[in-house]
C-alpha cells in the first residue's frame, strides 16, 4: 500500500459545508501560490518575518517600495490564507505558515521551481494527458523533451530547475557513497551525469576510482567544463549517448553502473529498454546502484505530495510518459529487464532517497 493510501485512509471525511469550503480554496490556489510568490520577491515575506511583534502597512510599503495599495492587496488575501495575521487594521505579523513559506529550504525550492519551471505549463497539462505528449514544454521553447535543453534554459528557470534536481539528490550523497564504494569499484559508470556532482565527489571520497558520465551531448559539455575546473579530466571521462536511441549501445568496463534519480526521467518500456541496455555492458560482477525517492517510501505526507506533483511536471513538462515510481513498480522493470534487486536500503540519511542494489538475474 502506497503512502498516499494511507494517509487517504487516516483521514476523516469532510463535512458537506467542509468540503465546499476546500472546494473554494482550491479554485483560487493559483492566486494565494502567485501571491506568496510576489511577497517573496518584492520584500513583503521576508519583512514581515523579520518584526515578529508586527509591523505596519505603511512601513512595509516604505522599506520595500510597494504602493501602499499593492501591500494591501497582498497582505487581505494572505491574511485569508493564514500567511500573515493582522495585529489591529495597519498592522501584520507572520503565522508559522507565512513562517515555513519564507524560510524552510525545501518549500523555497519547490515555490521557485513551481512559479519558473511548471506553472505556464501546466495549464497544457489536460492536453498533455490526452496526446500523451508535454505539451506544456512549449511554454520554455521548441523542444521534444526538456533533456536536451537543460544546460540552455534561461534564467532564473534554468536556476529554478537544476536547485530543485540537486535538493532532491545532494543529501543523499554521503550516506550513497558509503554504500557504493562497499564495491570497491575502479570504474564507475555515471549513466545520467548530468552536471557532474556525483562523479566529483566519488573523486573526492576515493583517490583511485575513475569515472565515466554518459548523457546527451549538452549535458556532457556542461559536465566536462565542471570538471576541468576541477583538475578531474584526468580520471573523469565521457561518452555521449541518447538512450531513447536503441542503436546507441552503453559501452562495456564499469564495475558498478550508478543511476541517480534518472530512471524516473522515462516512462515504463523505456525505463527497461535503459537497463537492457545496461546488461549487454554488464560483466558478471557488475553491479548497478539505482538512486531514487519513491513515493511509497518516505517518513512524511508531505514528501509523498511532493512527488506525486513532480509526476505532473513529468507529464506536462519534461517528456509525457514518466513519473515518480514505487519501489514495488520500480522493482518489477528491473527484473522484467533480466537483473535482480539483491538489497534495498530505504531512506537513506537524512533524505528522501532508496537506493536499489541490483545484480544481474
Given at each position: 500500500?502506497?503512502?498516499?493510501?494511507?494517509?487517504?485512509?487516516?483521514?476523516?471525511?469532510?463535512?458537506?459545508?467542509?468540503?465546499?469550503?476546500?472546494?473554494?480554496?482550491?479554485?483560487?490556489?493559483?492566486?494565494?501560490?502567485?501571491?506568496?510568490?510576489?511577497?517573496?520577491?518584492?520584500?513583503?515575506?521576508?519583512?514581515?518575518?523579520?518584526?515578529?511583534?508586527?509591523?505596519?502597512?505603511?512601513?512595509?510599503?516604505?522599506?520595500?517600495?510597494?504602493?501602499?495599495?499593492?501591500?494591501?492587496?497582498?497582505?487581505?488575501?494572505?491574511?485569508?490564507?493564514?500567511?500573515?495575521?493582522?495585529?489591529?487594521?495597519?498592522?501584520?505579523?507572520?503565522?508559522?505558515?507565512?513562517?515555513?513559506?519564507?524560510?524552510?529550504?525545501?518549500?523555497?525550492?519547490?515555490?521557485?521551481?513551481?512559479?519558473?519551471?511548471?506553472?505556464?505549463?501546466?495549464?497544457?497539462?489536460?492536453?498533455?494527458?490526452?496526446?500523451?505528449?508535454?505539451?506544456?514544454?512549449?511554454?520554455?521553447?521548441?523542444?521534444?523533451?526538456?533533456?536536451?535543453?537543460?544546460?540552455?534554459?534561461?534564467?532564473?528557470?534554468?536556476?529554478?530547475?537544476?536547485?530543485?534536481?540537486?535538493?532532491?539528490?545532494?543529501?543523499?550523497?554521503?550516506?550513497?557513497?558509503?554504500?557504493?564504494?562497499?564495491?570497491?569499484?575502479?570504474?564507475?559508470?555515471?549513466?545520467?551525469?548530468?552536471?557532474?556532482?556525483?562523479?566529483?565527489?566519488?573523486c573526492e571520497y576515493n583517490a583511485d576510482v575513475?569515472?565515466?558520465?554518459?548523457?546527451?551531448?549538452?549535458?556532457?559539455?556542461?559536465?566536462?567544463?565542471?570538471?576541468?575546473?576541477?583538475?578531474?579530466?584526468?580520471?573523469?571521462?565521457?561518452?555521449?549517448?541518447?538512450?531513447?536511441?536503441?542503436?546507441?549501445?552503453?559501452?562495456?568496463?564499469?564495475?558498478?553502473?550508478?543511476?541517480?534519480?534518472?530512471?524516473?526521467?522515462?516512462?515504463?518500456?523505456?525505463?527497461?529498454?535503459?537497463?537492457?541496455?545496461?546488461?549487454?555492458?554488464?560483466?558478471?560482477?557488475?553491479?548497478?546502484?539505482?538512486?531514487?525517492?519513491?513515493?511509497?517510501?518516505?517518513?512524511?505526507?508531505?514528501?509523498?505530495?511532493?512527488?506525486?506533483?513532480?509526476?505532473?511536471?513529468?507529464?506536462?513538462?519534461?517528456?509525457?510518459?514518466?513519473?515518480?515510481?514505487?519501489?514495488?513498480?520500480?522493482?518489477?522493470?528491473?527484473?522484467?529487464?533480466?537483473?535482480?534487486?539483491?538489497?534495498?536500503?530505504?531512506?537513506?540519511?537524512?533524505?528522501f532517497h532508496t537506493i536499489l542494489k541490483c545484480r544481474l538475474a
Amino acid at each position: 500500500m502506497e503512502t498516499g493510501q494511507k494517509t487517504e485512509e487516516k483521514k476523516r471525511e469532510l463535512s458537506a459545508f467542509e468540503a465546499k469550503n476546500e472546494a473554494q480554496k482550491l479554485a483560487f490556489a493559483p492566486v494565494v501560490f502567485q501571491v506568496v510568490v510576489a511577497m517573496q520577491r518584492l520584500g513583503i515575506l521576508p519583512l514581515i518575518c523579520k518584526h515578529r511583534k508586527g509591523i505596519n502597512i505603511d512601513e512595509i510599503s516604505k522599506q520595500t517600495q510597494v504602493s501602499n495599495y499593492g501591500v494591501k492587496v497582498l497582505l487581505e488575501m494572505a491574511a485569508n490564507a493564514d500567511i500573515v495575521k493582522y495585529l489591529d487594521d495597519d498592522t501584520v505579523t507572520v503565522t508559522m505558515l507565512g513562517y515555513f513559506l519564507n524560510s524552510d529550504e525545501m518549500t523555497r525550492v519547490n515555490i521557485n521551481f513551481t512559479h519558473d519551471v511548471c506553472y505556464d505549463g501546466f495549464k497544457y497539462l489536460t492536453e498533455s494527458i490526452k496526446n500523451g505528449k508535454p505539451e506544456g514544454l512549449k511554454t520554455l521553447g521548441n523542444w521534444k523533451t526538456i533533456y536536451p535543453a537543460l544546460s540552455i534554459l534561461p534564467e532564473p528557470i534554468k536556476k529554478s530547475w537544476f536547485e530543485f534536481d540537486h535538493f532532491y539528490s545532494d543529501d543523499a550523497f554521503r550516506d550513497a557513497l558509503e554504500i557504493v564504494f562497499r564495491e570497491n569499484p575502479q570504474m564507475i559508470f555515471d549513466i545520467g551525469g548530468n552536471t557532474g556532482k556525483w562523479a566529483f565527489a566519488s573523486c573526492e571520497y576515493n583517490a583511485d576510482v575513475r569515472v565515466t558520465i554518459l548523457d546527451l551531448p549538452s549535458q556532457i559539455a556542461v559536465a566536462k567544463a565542471n570538471a576541468e575546473k576541477r583538475n578531474l579530466l584526468n580520471r573523469i571521462s565521457f561518452f555521449e549517448i541518447n538512450l531513447l536511441d536503441k542503436s546507441n549501445k552503453i559501452p562495456q568496463g564499469a564495475d558498478v553502473v550508478w543511476m541517480s534519480q534518472f530512471l524516473d526521467c522515462f516512462g515504463e518500456d523505456e525505463i527497461v529498454s535503459i537497463l537492457e541496455n545496461v546488461k549487454q555492458a554488464a560483466s558478471p560482477h557488475t553491479t548497478v546502484f539505482i538512486l531514487e525517492p519513491f513515493i511509497d517510501n518516505q517518513k512524511f505526507d508531505a514528501a509523498s505530495y511532493c512527488l506525486t506533483a513532480t509526476s505532473l511536471y513529468f507529464t506536462a513538462l519534461a517528456n509525457g510518459n514518466s513519473k515518480m515510481y514505487s519501489v514495488k513498480a520500480m522493482t518489477t522493470l528491473v527484473e522484467k529487464a533480466g537483473w535482480k534487486v539483491v538489497e534495498e536500503f530505504p531512506l537513506i540519511g537524512e533524505s528522501f532517497h532508496t537506493i536499489l542494489k541490483c545484480r544481474l538475474a
